[in-house]
């Protein structure tokens, strides 16, 4: 793509712009690195890419910037997080080209935080691309912005309590526990062509792959009870309708759905399910049936954001339970044996609510996948994540 570009002399743009030589890292929080990422992300992302000598604000040869550096990638990251209010996260920067002729790709999101602000003493500015050149905002462009943003926020949260209501009403329609996930990304897709049939099969099938990672074959897995191989068309989603329809398998009814603007709604009967040793009832929950079914959910997300091209989602796990009974989040002892001593009676249980950045590094996403699970049964009262054991970070990937 950068000979292509090169040799098409490709212009400059409001989401392209061409860099010859590399800022000296220690340099970058003090360069104009800063400000043209910040300028990008005003106008929805795009990309600096350095290696690249232009004229006339065209692309005309290559130049070596060197191999891949990976004090030099922290240094970019953390300038875009230090140096800018607030933070751009997500930076992505790739090394293409082989030796003696590689070039730096430095990928910016879009964001919903718009305006990003420049601090230079103290004074601050916010600025933007205007076709091939970074040019300040005015006061009016600002206050814009800053409407902007808190709409967008209102109108987040809104569409949030939509979906998650919707398969509260739709699914979760039986007297035992329930839980009920669902996930929206801040920047929803604006792919134009709808996910086809295919499309949504090869996101329920890469999701079983995901939720093995996260929490292994044992357990209780809701994405095990659903068609992920014939997904159902819904209202601007697809569905993987329940499975568990026998007699025998009713206590593991499930179902799924991935939206066409790459939003995830999962829920499952989570009361009263089995195991090998023991029945529960109905108010009562495994505190392991929790940690599956978030991985399951997590699972979704991560396939469905890799398929879209997504990032932050604003993510909800509840559990909705119309038994009088208080509900209990138990575990089991160490010879696998159910525990309740811990278990903290919950009339309500509190939905959880966090941001997920769905397309972050394996390990970093296998983290959050636990830190969510242990929010979720933390309100039980129960201490211990059982199924979900990401490695440490600094082991390597997950």
């Given at each position: 793509?950068?000979?292509a570009a090169i040799s098409a002399e490709l212009a400059e743009a409001d989401d392209l712009d061409w860099k010859s030589e590399l800022i000296p890292v220690k340099n970058l929080p003090q360069?104009?690195?800063?400000?043209?990422?910040?300028?990008?992300?005003?106008?929805g992302g795009g990309l600096?890419?350095?290696?690249?000598?232009?004229?006339?604000?065209?692309?005309?040869?290559?130049?070596?910037?060197?191999?891949?550096?990976?004090?030099?990638?922290?240094?970019?990251?953390?300038a875009a997080v230090?140096?800018?209010?607030?933070?751009?996260?997500?930076?992505?920067?790739?090394?293409?080209?082989?030796?003696?002729?590689?070039?730096?790709?430095?990928?910016?999101?879009g964001t919903s935080d718009v305006p990003h602000l420049i601090y230079r003493g103290e004074y601050f500015g916010a600025p933007v691309r205007n076709d091939a050149m970074t040019v300040w905002m005015k006061e009016r462009q600002v206050e814009a912005l800053y409407r902007a943003r808190f709409d967008e926020r209102r109108r987040s949260t809104e569409a949030l309590d939509s979906i998650y209501d919707e398969a509260v009403r739709n699914w979760a329609n039986t007297s035992r526990a329930w839980l009920v996930a669902a996930a929206r990304p801040q920047l929803p897709s604006a792919n134009t062509v709808r996910p086809d049939r295919d499309d949504a099969r090869a996101v329920f099938e890469e999701a079983k792959k995901n939720t093995l990672l996260y929490a292994?074959?044992?357990?209780?897995?809701?994405?095990?009870?659903?068609?992920t191989?014939?997904?159902?068309?819904?209202?601007?989603?697809?569905?993987?309708?329940?499975s568990a329809i026998t007699d025998s398998l009713k206590w593991r009814e499930s179902w799924a759905a991935i939206h066409h603007d790459g939003s995830v709604t999962l829920a499952t009967g989570i009361g009263g399910q089995r195991t090998s040793r023991y029945q529960l009832e109905?108010?009562?929950?495994?505190?392991?049936a929790i940690e599956t079914a978030v991985s399951d959910f997590m699972g979704l997300v991560r396939a469905t954001s890799e398929r879209l091209g997504l990032g932050e989602y604003d993510v909800r796990v509840g559990i909705q339970c119309t038994v009088p009974t208080p509900l209990h989040i138990q575990t089991v002892d160490g010879q696998g044996f159910e525990f309740r001593d811990n278990s903290t009676p919950l009339v309500r249980y509190t939905p959880v609510e966090r941001t997920v950045v769905a397309d972050s590094d394996p390990l970093?996403?296998?983290?959050?996948?636990?830190?969510?699970?242990?929010?979720?049964?933390?309100?039980?009262?129960?201490?211990?994540?059982r199924m979900i054991r990401p490695p440490e970070r600094d082991n390597g990937g997950a």
């Open positions: 793509m950068i000979n360069s104009d690195f800063p400000k043209d990422v910040a300028a990008m992300a005003n106008r600096l890419i350095y290696g690249v000598k232009e004229v006339a604000k065209k692309a005309t040869s290559r130049v070596d910037v060197g191999g891949f550096d990976e004090r030099y990638e922290a240094a970019l990251l953390s230090t140096a800018i209010t607030p933070p751009v996260f997500n930076l992505r920067a790739y090394w293409v080209g082989e030796p003696g002729d590689t070039v730096l790709a430095v990928v910016i999101p292994g074959s044992g357990g209780i897995h809701p994405i095990e009870s659903v068609e191989t014939n997904p159902r068309p819904g209202l601007r989603r697809w569905v993987a309708a329940n109905e108010h009562q929950i495994d505190s392991a970093d996403f296998y983290w959050q996948v636990h830190d969510l699970a242990e929010d979720c049964i933390n309100q039980g009262g129960i201490t211990t994540v």
